[in-house]
């Protein structure tokens, strides 16, 4: 069920945003904290006594800085949210610099719609303004067991066609190892946009979009995560001290120029993101 219709979200992703009342879900030592009011994002992941995510305000409060968001209806920049889409060139709200960064859905409350002990569903009336102009709506499902937390998304078109792409940005806390292995890599220009053709992975540190089949593995305080997903794309941020950001999406940023796809009205798209502790 779609939430109600709610307010434009923020337009800087740099602005801060308070978590709003949390709600948990767990099972067994695994617990998850969700903020709905601060867009539907995980505010922790708690496993045997250890947060996995930078929390609200560690560093920054930063709307686009701390826990695990959902990213819809795009993921990553659009290059100075612009683009063309069924003959039309559409300008969407800049909300970082000069760019779009990672839809509407990480700065507005969603709805929870379902919740039980071990899962959540909420659910985001798109906007139809400046900021979005197509609107449609947005489902999530957040799952656990004792070690494993599946993360469900999706992207409905409403009455009008529209471009998608949808992912998670997670801020894990700096991990003691990581192994990752991408195929292909996407080149940034000197505005750090991704851009095609695709090249061979080049050593980090990484703010990079990458093409990957095989799970990432991390290493952190002891405890062996496997991160895997049904999307190929996955962005890779370990530029920080603090953080690494270990993002699937599915479509590069900037895809609305570089590969769009199209939601006919009433389709959707989804997608999941698995995280095993072995």
Not at 32 to 39: F, H, N, R, S
Not at 112 to 137: H, I, K, M
Not at 237 to 257: K, L, R, V
Request: proline share 9%.
């Amino acid at each position: 069920m779609a939430a109600e219709s709610r307010p434009a979200p923020a337009t800087d992703a740099m602005a801060p945003l308070d978590t709003g009342p949390l709600i948990e879900i767990r099972r067994g030592s695994l617990v998850v904290a969700i903020a709905p009011q601060a867009g539907g994002r995980i505010a922790q992941i708690r496993r045997q006594g250890v947060d996995h995510l930078v929390g609200h305000g560690e560093s920054t409060a930063a709307v686009i800085a701390w826990g695990s968001f959902p990213m819809v209806p795009w993921a990553g920049r659009i290059r100075e949210g612009r683009f063309g889409f069924q003959g039309r060139s559409y300008q969407l709200l800049r909300n970082l610099g000069s760019h779009a960064i990672h839809g509407v859905g990480f700065a507005m409350p969603w709805s929870v719609t379902r919740q039980e002990a071990a899962f959540v569903e909420l659910a985001l009336s798109l906007p139809q303004d400046e900021s979005w102009p197509f609107g449609g709506s947005a489902q999530q499902r957040l799952a656990v067991t004792a070690d494993r937390l599946e993360m469900t998304l999706s992207v409905r078109a409403g009455r009008l066609p529209m471009p998608a792409v949808i992912g998670w940005h997670p801020w894990f806390r700096k991990p003691d190892r990581m192994s990752f292995s991408p195929a292909h890599m996407f080149p940034r220009d000197e505005q750090g946009i991704a851009t095609l053709p695709l090249q061979e992975p080049l050593p980090g540190p990484w703010d990079d979009c990458f093409i990957n089949h095989d799970p990432v593995l991390l290493e952190l305080s002891g405890q062996q995560l496997r991160l895997s997903s049904d999307c190929q794309h996955w962005v890779v941020y370990d530029a920080t001290a603090a953080a690494t950001c270990i993002e699937p999406q599915s479509g590069s940023p900037d895809a609305f120029n570089l590969a769009p796809a199209t939601l006919e009205p009433g389709t959707a798209i989804e997608r999941k993101f698995l995280i095993e502790w072995l």
